[in-house]
C-alpha cells in the first residue's frame, strides 16, 4: 500500500513516546514492503539535520517536514476564552502547511492517510477534499481527559475551572472530528470503551504499542541497585504535575534517610526549578541523556507517578522491555495487560509508594523477577512485528470497505 503519515512534530530522534511510536510504525511498515511518506509539522524550529531519520530509512520513505511557531502568548490564551476551540489545538492549524499538504496531495495517490494525534486533524477537511484515500485516526490518548484530569488536580478554582472550560472544549472537538475518518485507532480498550460512550460510530480497532525489541537488551552487571529512575519529557504537563508531587511527597524521605536509595530524573525540557530538588547524592536532575537505553539499563526501578492523562505510556513498555522493575499508578499503567505484583507495582497513593519502594530497594532478586516477568509481557503483546501485521490488517479491511472492526 501507498501510505502517507502526518505528524504534528518530528518523530526523529526518538526521545519520548509520541515519537518512538510513530517512528516504529514508519519502519514496520517500510520493513513490511509498504511505500512510506512522512509529511511532519516542526514546532520547535530546530535544526532538521539534527532530527533526520537514519539513512538507511531516508532511502525508503518520502519525508517532508515544515516549521510552525506554535508559540503561547498570554494574549492569545485572552482572545481564545472567547473562542469555543482550545488554543491547545488551535495553534498547531497553519496556512501554509496546508497548502504544502494540499500539493503533496495532489502529486500522490494514496491507499491510506494516518493522522497522529488531534493537532493534524485540524487538516482533515483539506485532506478529506483532496484525496481519496482512507482516512485513519490513531488517538495516541483521548485529549479531553488529560485536561479533565489535570482539573482535577487543581485546588486553585480559576485553573481548576479554566482546565476544566478547555476539556469540554477538546471533548466537543473530538466527537465532531473522529466521526469524520474512516476509521480510528486505538492503544487501549479503556480509549476504545471511551470513544464509544462519546458516540463514535467509525470502526475502533485497539492495537497497542509496539517496540523493536531486539534494541532492548539488558545487562544487570551494570546496573545499579538500588536506585530509583524517571524518564520522560517534562514540556508534557501530566509528567511534570507528576514528579514534582513524587518530589514534594518524598523529598525528606531521600534524603534524612527514611528511604535510602538514590533518585535519578532525566528527560527533555526540564524546567529550570527542578533543580531546586537536587541534594548532593541523593536527588540528581539530569536533564536530557545521550542514550536513554543506556540510561534506563543503568538504574533498577522505574516510578512513573502519574495522576493526569490518558493513552498508553510508551515509556512503561520501554522499561518492560528493559526487564525494569517498574512502580506505577494505576492510571500510568492504564491499557497495559498487567498483573499487580508480578510484572509491575501499583501505588496510588504515599503510603502504597512508600511501600512499594521499600519492598523492592530491600529485595533485589523480587525486583530482578518483576523484570524478567515484564520482559514476557512486552514479548507477548508489544513485538512491533505483530503490531504492524494487525495494523496492515486493519488497513486492508478499510480498503476493501469491510466492516470486520467495527464496534462490537
Known amino acids: 500500500m501507498k501510505i502517507l503519515i502526518l505528524s504534528h512534530r518530528v518523530p526523529f530522534p526518538q526521545n519520548g513516546g509520541y515519537a518512538i511510536v510513530v517512528a516504529n510504525t514508519i519502519k514496520g511498515l517500510v520493513n ?11 514546532a520547535k524550529r530546530n535544526s532538521h539535520a539534527s532530527r533526520l531519520p537514519d539513512e538507511d530509512l ?15 502568548t498570554v494574549f492569545g490564551v485572552a482572545v ?16 501554509e502547511f496546508e497548502k504544502l499538504l494540499i500539493r503533496e496531495l495532489r502529486n500522490s495517490d494514496y491507499d491510506i492517510i494516518q493522522f497522529e494525534g488531534l493537532y493534524v486533524s485540524l487538516y482533515l477537511p483539506a485532506v478529506r477534499k483532496h484525496s481519496k484515500a482512507k482516512l485513519i485516526y490513531r488517538a495516541h490518548s483521548i485529549e479531553n481527559q488529560i485536561w479533565q484530569r489535570l482539573s482535577q488536580q487543581k485546588v486553585d478554582p480559576f485553573k481548576k475551572s479554566y482546565l476544566r472550560m478547555h476539556a469540554r472544549r477538546i471533548k466537543n472537538y473530538e466527537q465532531q472530528q473522529l466521526n469524520k475518518f474512516d476509521a480510528v485507532v486505538v492503544f487501549t480498550q479503556q480509549d476504545k470503551l471511551t470513544l464509544l ?5 467509525v470502526p475502533i480497532e485497539v492495537i497497542p504499542v509496539g517496540l523493536r525489541l531486539d534494541q532492548y537488551v539488558a545487562d544487570v552487571s551494570k546496573t545499579e541497585f538500588p ?4 524518564l520522560g519529557s517534562l514540556d508534557w504537563l501530566p509528567n511534570r504535575e507528576g514528579m514534582e508531587w513524587f518530589l514534594d511527597t518524598f523529598i525528606k524521605d ?10 535519578y530524573v532525566a528527560g527533555n525540557d526540564i524546567p529550570e526549578r527542578f533543580d531546586d530538588y537536587e541534594a548532593l547524592g541523593k536527588i540528581f536532575i539530569q536533564g536530557e541523556v545521550d542514550n536513554a537505553l543506556e540510561f534506563v539499563n543503568s538504574k533498577s526501578i522505574m516510578i512513573v507517578p502519574l495522576l493526569s492523562g ?14 525494569k522493575c517498574i512502580i506505577s499508578t494505576s492510571l500510568g499503567a492504564e491499557g497495559i495487560n498487567f498483573t499487580d505484583g508480578h510484572d509491575i507495582l501499583i501505588a496510588n497513593d504515599k503510603d ?45 479491511a478499510c480498503c476493501n470497505g469491510l466492516q470486520a472492526a467495527v464496534n462490537n
Open 80 to 95: 481564545n476564552l472567547f473562542s469555543k476551540t482550545s488554543f491547545n489545538i488551535d495553534r498547531y492549524y497553519d496556512p
Open 32 to 42: 513490511s514492503g509498504h511505500d512510506v511518506s512522512l509529511v511532519a509539522l516542526n
Open 227 to 230: 536506585s530509583l529512575f524517571f
Open 197 to 201: 460512550e462519546y458516540g463514535i460510530k
Open 310 to 323: 490518558g493513552g498508553m505510556r510508551v515509556k512503561i513498555v520501554e522499561g518492560m522491555a528493559m526487564q
Open 58 to 72: 531516508m532511502g525508503k520513505i518520502n519525508y517532508r517536514a515544515y516549521d510552525i511557531d506554535t508559540t503561547v
Open 352 to 396: 502504597e509508594f512508600f511501600d512499594a519502594i521499600t519492598r523492592c530497594i530491600t529485595d533485589e532478586e523480587f525486583c530482578i523477577q518483576l523484570g524478567k516477568n515484564a520482559r514476557l509481557l512486552a514479548e507477548r503483546e508489544h513485538d512491533v512485528n505483530v503490531v504492524i501485521k494487525n495494523l496492515t490488517c486493519f488497513y486492508d
Open 254 to 263: 531521600l534524603t534524612d534517610g527514611d528511604l535510602p536509595v538514590k533518585l
